[in-house]
């Protein structure tokens, strides 16, 4: 057998779990290989070494610092699921196109040209409105004389007390 | 409650991974930073220490990959850490020795080391290793072997070079 083909044998062989077979193969092995029975006594030290590294005593500082971490985590967790809210995603939506279109109006530089077609803009459009309110009043009249109109030959009616007859009319 | 119960055992993992104080004082309190928000996923069918230790192990890997040119030296054995050891083992050679297989720890690879500090360290079942790496029975078997191996021949070199061997 070779060293190589010893060594995957012999974490195994120090814990007992070969078969008795494989026992007496790796220790005639080592008794003719000095180098190899070397290294088993160095792995058993080895293995006592690392058995001895001690368990360290968690700080006070961090034992808080790890309590304090499930009251952190609910404080963030309200704020970001506030944030992402569904019903406020529209007015989110609407805040960003308004500071993009505000951005686009403060740094461009035809400012002064803007203001003036926005001002003109809203003459126009106030006087557009004025017009409409005035038609809308002379409307409001002529609905308000047809409908007087209707209501009186309604009214005359025989059905309603009146002296016409709207059926045999004719 | 969980601080309570698991705080001390992560911790440990931490420090005897990454091989410093401060540095396993931070990457604890990260693994309890994931240990919360993973809860939800946690699975009751599994066993909890098991589930904690690969999420520990995770980090402790993946922070160790990201950071890799920073984790060229572990902190001194230093004896403020050293507990006395119980026995009549506890001479002065085997001081050395442990002092030395802690700085070889820092030599193996990840998971290499995380084998063997379950293993050997925390005394873990090759079961219970082989769960929390959610690796095949001789997989780990064999890493662990050659882990030891390893640090047996740091062991040897470093004896070799201080002429105490």
């Given amino acids: 057998m070779t060293c190589e083909r010893i060594e ?50 968690v700080s006070p500082s961090l034992r ?19 944030v992402l809210k569904p019903s406020l995603q529209p007015v989110f939506a609407a805040a960003t196109i308004l500071m993009t279109l505000l951005s686009f109006y403060l740094f461009n530089p035809d400012k002064k040209m803007i203001d003036r077609t926005i001002d003109l803009k809203i003459h126009s459009g106030y006087s557009q409105v004025e017009k409409l309110y005035a038609k809308a009043g002379s409307l409001t009249g002529r609905i308000g004389s047809t409908a007087e109109n209707v209501l009186d030959s309604v009214k005359s009616w025989k059905i309603f007390g009146g002296n016409e007859d709207p059926i045999n009319k004719q | 409650m969980l601080v309570n ?33 993973a809860l939800g996923k946690y699975d009751f069918k599994k066993n ?41 083992e506890s001479g002065l050679i085997h001081e050395a020795d442990r002092k030395l297989v802690w700085e070889g720890l820092g030599e193996l ?19 219970e290793v082989s769960e929390i790496l959610d690796l095949p029975l001789g997989t780990v078997k064999s890493r662990i072997n050659r882990g030891r191996l390893q640090l047996a021949k740091v062991l040897k070199d470093r004896k070799e070079g201080s002429h105490d061997l």
């Fill in chain 1, 64 to 82: 808080a610092r790890l309590a304090a971490i499930p009251e952190r985590k609910r404080k963030f967790s309200f704020v970001f699921d506030f």
């Fill in chain 2, 48 to 88: 909890f220490t098991a589930w904690l230790l690969t999420l520990a192990k995770n980090h402790l890997i993946d922070t160790y990959r990201k950071t890799k040119w920073e984790k060229t030296h572990r902190d001194e054995f230093d004896d403020r850490f050293v507990a006395p050891a119980p026995g009549p």
């Fill in chain 1, 8 to 57: 995957g044998l012999l974490s195994a062989y120090l814990e007992g779990e070969l078969s008795k077979t494989e026992i007496a193969l790796v220790e005639s092995h080592l008794a003719d290989c000095s180098n190899c029975a070397a290294l088993v006594a160095l792995l058993g030290r080895t293995q006592k070494a690392l058995a001895g590294v001690p368990e360290l005593e």
């Fill in chain 2, 109 to 127: 690879a990840p998971e290499t080391r995380m084998a063997v500090i379950l293993r050997d360290i925390q005394d873990k079942s090759y079961e």
């Fill in chain 2, 5 to 37: 119960a698991y705080s001390r055992r992560v911790f440990n993992l931490a420090y005897q991974f990454a091989g410093s104080y401060q540095e396993a004082e931070d990457l604890t309190q990260d693994i309890f930073m994931k240990l919360y928000s």
